[in-house]
């Protein structure tokens, strides 16, 4: 499980008012984090479907990162409200089907916590390279015939 | 039952109703769905122990909407709250569906919103104590063995969707496994495919299931999918506050939200 | 079949320096579905968005992707540029090497194949990209103005005179306000009804203002540009266009003796009654629920007074219903009464009333015409005690907030009584002074050192009676907590500005957002503080926070320069990001299953029912309907919906998952 000289893949889906924000703080800022994260634009972390979690984990990656505006500072007023809501569910539900939920890291991150979204992105690199790589996936995708090919 | 045969004899030469839905005699000494329409059948109509399954699935199907409501429907406590739950879900209204329940010795029909909010508030979920067993195994695995756990019950699933057939509350005439673009739910059987599937239905299933087993049941290869949805629901019940089932007219558990729900892994 | 278009920016050595941008478009050449890709050193520059205009005319490009800084920087620039060149703007994105790649990593190929990575995700993203067209919506061009209080009349003035329709609409039968109400105003001491009437008079004269008091807002149904709302003129009794406003009626009325609400109950009023002398519209009202004809059917004796015989016994309440295009909404606030406080007397003692009553003890129009006499017994009182922040700040009581105006109405009263009582003794209880607006500190200080007003800070714990003064127990904790007693004749209690009577109901009715405190919501605390989550629905004044009477004027004024804003074109456009349920033919018309999970999700109120029906009216299926006037694009809709039968334009199921599943192709 520790591998040396494993890279994680991580993805992180983030809304465009806050985090997405907030990442860019970081750029302007030139705070330096790990190459290892892919980031995604969503209008609003309401936005995000759980199952869009599960495709990245099926199709290679190691841990997701989901993280959108603080409690009452929605630019859309409640989705990141409904989305809280549909984590809670959805992490338990991970959780009791055997996935470690320590994958999936999220947080809130404001388009002023531009350092914070390094800490974040740092600390998911290092969680999950602990965690080694998704195995649990890794068995599932086993018992297919073909890989999976780009739409 | 006498008295059920004598309710649903009145309620369809009234012409109160135009269908009766209850259980009747199948082959093989089980039980199977009948759908009584003039009056000398009803005696069709059994009920005992081994009437189990929810027969409010059918309240949804386009074919019974046709013979048009009101519909009487031979209702176990489980029924009652798929019908409370699918009134709260704008599938139809309280005056369309009249549920005859048992309470106590007698056998009764539910007309009106207060008796049936009552019903389905006095009569919750009782889990048989095997279920209760299986639960508590499961809490105590560690996450790896759940995941074997699961992975050896769904190797089984082939994907024959009866678990949504048999679920009140699967009503989606476009089911999110029928979409292709994109393909949410992958199709073949395989770990991904059953596990996509199980996930998917569970999360749509949060807060929403009535818990009335219809779905183990069903299953062909005896996976026990219905502690899946049941821990959905569980989830929703304990964290988020909602209860499923018992109010006509509240909004769905995943489409409201407090603004203090309690997380504690949000960074 | 895709016709992709690669532009990757060096921004001079900003990306250039740790991304190799000469490999990145040259491996993004090779990514299925693009025909062009060059890397160039600015983009955003002229030469450069003349590139993307060339590439797009030559190699009839179906999709741009301009990698370079982030869309939040850019991204309205290169869509202009690609319409000016004949290809819709929703068909270009911008992938964000700069922020998210180059500046946060150092140079490696780590980081070129990051750069790589995030360009063929938003490739993925484009291929899927749909023409978009912004969305026009008609707009009526009358606003409507709830509250007739400073901020309303403000409000209407300033749509008015931007040369549109008002209607005003007024709960009690005067416009005015709590404004009209004060004797003094601060920090200057005008008179408050001597610059007030005259914006009154403007009101009622206004030709684009129709004015209507006595009258409340049931209803507001529609949406931005076309909201229909339904106004319940209460009926006045009178013949508004027969009566003269002479006031032979209200001498006539045997039933003199009501609380005025106006004087704060200090004052009396009768059955029949104009509120003020300078009421607008001047015209009286008959209280049914206290003149002696509508409790027993006997009197009338002011129809048989009034010289015009404008009395009308038999009104009713009239329903109008008007079309308007946007609304603000300025309906004031409250204050708390002397019964809140079981420390004080619990509203019992005579002498212990709120700053608004005083003011109206100060006020040469109130019910003892300006001379300072107590409540109780009529005499002048030679010690006050003001304890300021009566309730406020004060979580116990469960106002936690400052209310903003306290402090300095506080220390007005003090100078005014002395004015008033010069040989008289004003005490001042005081957490902290808020005196932040221009003049407002010097205002203080001129009470303290000029008038002589003896400021203590400290709280009073109890207020009681004795031999006819009041005991007031404070401390002083400048003086290290030391307690003192003072016997006063009157106390003033500066109590917390709370939420007007029914701002809930109204706040529910007009589907707009409040808070625990039964306060307006504004959009966002900072960059929208006169507009509310519901599009065309503007805020003014005091109904969204207690505020002093320059603050409410200048929101009044923001909140008419939105409805000018909006009223300034033809129709109403909108960025075409919004939700949308599918349709197809029949017999399943849509696979919506009706569940509304949307409908309760949404927080603008964007999505509405549809029956389907067939043409003799039989219901097929009612499923939902987005209204695309009101969407706002979170998506929230979309995650939620079990079916998959709504979708976001501009990030639309497959756009998203083929961006999330191109990363590991």
């Known amino acids: 499980m520790e591998n040396e000289s494993f890279e994680p893949k991580i993805v992180a889906f983030v809304c465009n008012w806050c985090t997405y924000a907030g990442a860019d703080l970081t750029g302007t800022s030139r705070i330096k984090y790990a190459t290892n994260v892919r980031i995604i634009r969503f209008p609003c972390t309401g936005r995000i479907d759980y199952n869009l979690i599960l495709k990245a984990f099926e199709r290679g990656a190691d841990g997701v990162i989901v993280s959108g505006c603080h409690p009452n500072d929605c630019h859309y007023t409640s989705g990141n409200f409904h989305a809280r809501r549909r984590w809670i569910v959805f992490r338990g539900l991970l959780e009791y089907m055997g996935i470690d939920p320590r994958r999936i890291i999220f947080s809130w991150v404001s388009a002023a916590e531009g350092a914070k979204w390094a800490d974040v992105v740092n600390r998911a690199v290092t969680e999950v390279r602990q965690l080694g790589p998704a195995k649990e996936f890794n068995e599932m995708r086993k018992s297919q015939a073909f890989e999976f090919r780009s739409v | 039952m006498n008295q059920l045969n004598q309710i649903a004899k009145e309620l369809l030469t009234s012409q109160k109703v135009k269908l009766v839905i209850g259980y009747g005699e199948g082959t093989d000494g089980r039980v199977r769905p009948v759908f009584v329409r003039k009056s000398e059948d009803a005696s069709q109509l059994i009920w005992d122990d081994r009437c189990r399954q929810n027969l409010a699935v059918y309240l949804n199907k386009t074919e019974i909407r046709e013979i048009g409501f009101p519909i009487a429907i031979v209702s176990l406590p489980a029924t009652v709250r798929s019908i409370v739950q699918l009134i709260a879900e704008h599938q139809f209204q309280v005056e369309d569906v009249i549920p005859i329940v048992q309470e106590g010795a007698n056998v009764t029909t539910i007309e009106n919103k207060e008796r049936l909010e009552q019903y389905a508030a006095?009569?919750?979920?009782?889990?048989?104590?095997?279920?209760?067993?299986?639960?508590?195994?499961?809490?105590?695995?560690?996450?790896?063995?759940?995941?074997?756990?699961?992975?050896?019950?769904?190797?089984?699933?082939?994907?024959?969707?009866?678990?949504?057939?048999?679920?009140?509350?699967?009503?989606?005439?476009?089911?999110?496994?029928?979409?292709?673009?994109?393909?949410?739910?992958?199709?073949p059987p395989h770990a991904i495919g059953t596990f996509e599937w199980h996930m998917n239905r569970a999360m749509h299933l949060a807060g929403r299931c009535v818990e009335c087993g219809s779905c183990t049941i069903a299953c062909p290869v005896g996976i026990p999918i219905g502690l899946l949805t049941m821990e959905a629901t569980r989830i929703a019940r304990e964290e988020l506050g909602y209860e499923p089932g018992i109010k006509c007219d509240v909004p769905a558990a995943l489409a409201t939200f407090r603004p203090d729900d309690k997380e504690s892994f949000i960074l | 079949m895709s016709r992709i278009g690669v532009f990757v920016c060096h921004c001079g050595e900003n990306i250039a320096a740790t991304v190799d941008c000469e490999k990145v478009a040259k491996t993004c050449a090779k990514i299925p579905g693009v025909v062009?890709?060059?890397?160039?050193?600015?983009?955003?520059?002229?030469?450069?968005?003349?590139?993307?205009?060339?590439?797009?005319?030559?190699?009839?490009?179906?999709?741009?992707?301009?990698?370079?800084?982030?869309?939040?920087?850019?991204?309205?620039?290169?869509?202009?540029?690609?319409?000016?060149?004949?290809?819709?703007?929703?068909?270009?994105?911008?992938?964000?090497?700069?922020?998210?790649?180059?500046?946060?990593?150092?140079?490696?190929?780590?980081?070129?194949?990051?750069?790589?990575?995030?360009?063929?995700?938003?490739?993925?993203?484009?291929?899927?990209?749909?023409?978009?067209?912004?969305?026009?919506?008609?707009?009526?061009?009358?606003?409507?103005?709830?509250?007739?209080?400073?901020?309303?009349?403000?409000?209407?003035?300033?749509?008015?005179?931007?040369?549109?329709?008002?209607?005003?609409?007024?709960?009690?039968?005067?416009?005015?306000?709590?404004?009209?109400?004060?004797?003094?105003?601060?920090?200057?001491?005008?008179?408050?009804?001597?610059?007030?009437?005259?914006?009154?008079?403007?009101?009622?004269?206004?030709?684009?203002?129709?004015?209507?008091?006595?009258?409340?807002?049931?209803?507001?149904?529609?949406?931005?540009?076309?909201?229909?709302?339904?106004?319940?003129?209460?009926?006045?009794?009178?013949?508004?266009?027969?009566?003269?406003?002479?006031?032979?009626?209200?001498?006539?009325?045997?039933?003199?003796?009501?609380?005025?609400?106006?004087?704060?109950?200090?004052?009396?009023?009768?059955?029949?009654?104009?509120?003020?002398?300078?009421?607008?519209?001047?015209?009286?009202?008959?209280?049914?629920?206290?003149?002696?004809?509508?409790?027993?059917?006997?009197?009338?004796?002011?129809?048989?007074?009034?010289?015009?015989?404008?009395?009308?016994?038999?009104?009713?309440?009239?329903?109008?219903?008007?079309?308007?295009?946007?609304?603000?909404?300025?309906?004031?606030?409250?204050?708390?009464?002397?019964?809140?406080?079981?420390?004080?007397?619990?509203?019992?003692?005579?002498?212990?009333?709120?700053?608004?009553?005083?003011?109206?003890?100060?006020?040469?129009?109130?019910?003892?015409?300006?001379?300072?006499?107590?409540?109780?017994?009529?005499?002048?009182?030679?010690?006050?005690?003001?304890?300021?922040?009566?309730?406020?700040?004060?979580?116990?009581?469960?106002?936690?907030?400052?209310?903003?105006?306290?402090?300095?109405?506080?220390?007005?009263?003090?100078?005014?009584?002395?004015?008033?009582?010069?040989?008289?003794?004003?005490?001042?209880?005081?957490?902290?002074?808020?005196?932040?607006?221009?003049?407002?500190?010097?205002?203080?200080?001129?009470?303290i050192e000029e008038d002589h007003v003896n400021y203590i800070r400290g709280r009073v714990s109890r207020i009681y009676e004795r031999n006819g003064k009041l005991i007031v127990c404070g401390a002083d904790t400048l003086l290290g907590a030391e307690p003192v007693e003072i016997e006063a004749d009157m106390v003033v209690l500066a109590t917390a500005g709370i939420a007007n009577q029914g701002a809930e109901e109204l706040a529910q009715s007009l589907h707009i957002s409040y808070d625990h405190h039964q306060f307006f919501a504004e959009a966002h605390p900072k960059l929208r503080p006169v507009e509310t989550n519901t599009a065309g629905i503007f805020l003014a004044g005091a109904c969204q926070s207690p505020k002093d009477i320059p603050d409410s004027v200048s929101q009044a004024s923001a909140a008419a320069s939105k409805v000018s804003t909006l009223f300034s074109q033809k129709?109403?456009?909108?960025?075409?990001?919004?939700?949308?349920?599918?349709?197809?033919?029949?017999?399943?018309?849509?696979?919506?299953?009706?569940?509304?999970?949307?409908?309760?999700?949404?927080?603008?109120?964007?999505?509405?029912?549809?029956?389907?029906?067939?043409?003799?009216?039989?219901?097929?299926?009612?499923?939902?309907?987005?209204?695309?006037?009101?969407?706002?694009?979170?998506?929230?809709?979309?995650?939620?919906?079990?079916?998959?039968s709504i979708d976001l334009q501009g990030f639309s199921n497959e756009q998203v998952y083929a961006e999330v599943t191109e990363l590991f192709a």
């Open chain 3, 36 to 447: 062009y890709s060059v890397d160039y050193k600015y983009m955003c520059s002229d030469p450069g968005q003349n590139l993307i205009r060339e590439a797009i005319k030559e190699k009839k490009l179906t999709g741009v992707v301009v990698a370079a800084c982030s869309p939040r920087m850019h991204e309205p620039t290169f869509r202009r540029a690609c319409a000016e060149a004949g290809l819709n703007p929703y068909l270009c994105e911008m992938a964000n090497i700069r922020e998210q790649c180059s500046w946060v990593h150092p140079k490696s190929k780590a980081t070129t194949q990051k750069a790589i990575d995030i360009i063929s995700t938003l490739v993925a993203k484009v291929k899927r990209n749909r023409a978009l067209f912004p969305i026009q919506v008609p707009v009526t061009k009358t606003a409507l103005v709830i509250g007739g209080g400073i901020a309303g009349i403000q409000a209407a003035l300033d749509i008015a005179n931007s040369g549109h329709k008002v209607v005003l609409v007024e709960r009690e039968p005067s416009i005015g306000g709590h404004m009209a109400q004060l004797s003094e105003t601060f920090p200057t001491l005008d008179c408050s009804q001597c610059i007030l009437t005259p914006r009154m008079v403007e009101v009622a004269q206004h030709p684009n203002i129709t004015l209507y008091s006595y009258s409340e807002v049931e209803s507001l149904s529609g949406f931005i540009g076309n909201f229909t709302a339904r106004i319940r003129k209460k009926a006045k009794s009178i013949d508004e266009k027969l009566c003269t406003g002479c006031g032979e009626c209200m001498n006539a009325c045997p039933i003199k003796k009501n609380p005025s609400e106006f004087n704060m109950g200090l004052g009396t009023r009768p059955a029949i009654y104009i509120p003020f002398p300078q009421a607008i519209p001047n015209k009286p009202v008959i209280d049914r629920e206290r003149c002696t004809y509508f409790r027993t059917g006997k009197c009338r004796f002011c129809e048989t007074k009034c010289p015009a015989q404008a009395i009308r016994f038999d009104q009713k309440d009239e329903l109008i219903d008007i079309q308007v295009g946007a609304v603000v909404v300025a309906t004031g606030f409250n204050v708390v009464g002397t019964s809140f406080f079981p420390e004080y007397g619990y509203g019992k003692y005579k002498d212990v009333i709120t700053g608004l009553q005083f003011e109206r003890l100060l006020s040469a129009s109130g019910p003892t015409l300006g001379e300072l006499k107590r409540p109780s017994d009529g005499s002048t009182p030679k010690k006050i005690a003001f304890i300021a922040c009566a309730g406020s700040r004060d979580p116990a009581k469960g106002i936690e907030y400052c209310s903003k105006i306290c402090c300095m109405y506080t220390a007005k009263h003090a100078m005014l009584y002395k004015h008033k009582v010069p040989d008289g003794d004003a005490y001042v209880f005081y957490m902290d002074i808020r005196a932040g607006g221009k003049g407002y500190d010097e205002f203080v200080r001129r009470a």
């Open chain 3, 571 to 644: 129709e109403l456009t909108r960025e075409p990001v919004v939700a949308v349920i599918n349709r197809t033919a029949p017999p399943v018309y849509s696979t919506c299953v009706g569940c509304f999970m949307c409908q309760s999700a949404c927080p603008f109120n964007a999505i509405e029912r549809e029956e389907i029906r067939t043409r003799d009216g039989k219901l097929i299926k009612t499923v939902a309907r987005v209204n695309p006037g009101l969407c706002q694009g979170c998506g929230t809709c979309v995650a939620l919906c079990r079916s998959k």
């Open chain 2, 122 to 187: 006095a009569n919750p979920v009782v889990f048989p104590p095997f279920v209760v067993e299986e639960i508590e195994n499961i809490r105590n695995k560690s996450v790896e063995e759940r995941f074997e756990y699961w992975q050896e019950e769904l190797s089984r699933c082939f994907k024959c969707y009866a678990c949504r057939a048999a679920c009140p509350l699967c009503y989606c005439e476009r089911c999110i496994t029928d979409v292709n673009t994109p393909q949410w739910v992958c199709v």
